[in-house]
Antibody, heavy 121, light 110 residues
């Protein structure tokens, strides 16, 4: 079955960087794009970025563009998100979410369990 | 900046029907936004319910249906059950390769 194992919780200082990972299993990794979504405590879901796991093309939200990089390692079926120059409002649960395949690319059909990132001064 | 709005909260009686909506602050929602809907319960990851306006995700009962109502996307839940209590989020695809979530609707069944 489709599964995602996300890396463990992180506690960081403001200005630091964090690298999160999302290891996929149960399907052909390069057949589905991967998205990253975060949710601050008690807040809405916020779309952050996506990566074409086949060719590595990426797209980022305007809010975090310039501070974020999404990469993937097809040999390890893993997607990575690096967020730099962390701020307190980056404190959130970060999810990886798989895009539907084929013509159903525009929604997220499976989600990871989330990685908590806490940022403080 | 494009903002997607949903009712902050809604209440439905057990067995009743409720329709949640999803609007754009500027413009109308259409099928070209590929509206999708997700349900999230406390401490859990979101789960897809509806995609591409009106397709049900795998395993989702037909009590859940999606549509375009006027200039909004809509999620209808019929025969509401206690375990339908959750936060419901819509998501829209903007044609510049960006996705946006709505603010979510907290549904209470009582």
């Amino acid at each position: 079955q489709v599964q995602f194992v996300q890396s463990g919780a992180e506690v960081k200082k403001t200005g630091a960087s964090v690298r999160l990972s999302c290891k996929a299993s149960g399907y052909t990794f390069t057949s589905h794009a991967m998205h990253w979504v975060r949710q601050a405590p008690g807040q809405r879901l916020e779309w952050l970025a996506w990566i074409n796991t086949g060719n590595g093309n990426t797209k980022y939200s305007e809010k975090i563009q310039g501070r974020v990089s999404i990469t993937r390692d097809p040999s390890a079926s893993t997607t990575y998100m690096e967020l730099r120059n962390l701020r307190s409002d980056d404190t959130a649960l970060y999810y990886c979410a798989r895009a539907g395949g084929g013509t159903n690319w525009a929604y997220f059909d499976s989600w990871g369990q989330g990685t908590l990132v806490a940022v403080s001064s | 900046q494009t903002v997607v709005t949903q009712e902050p909260s809604f209440s439905v009686s057990p067995g009743g029907t409720v329709t949640l909506t999803c609007a754009l602050t500027s413009g109308s929602v259409s099928t070209s936004h590929y509206p999708s809907w997700y349900r999230q319960t406390p401490g859990q990851s979101p789960r897809a319910l509806i995609y591409t306006t009106n397709k049900r995700s795998s395993g989702v009962p037909d009590r859940f249906s999606g549509s375009i109502l006027g200039n909004k996307a809509a999620l209808a839940i019929t025969g509401a059950q206690a375990d339908d209590e959750a936060d419901y989020y819509c998501m829209l695809y903007l044609n510049n390769g960006i996705w946006v979530f709505g603010g979510g609707t907290k549904l209470t069944v009582l």
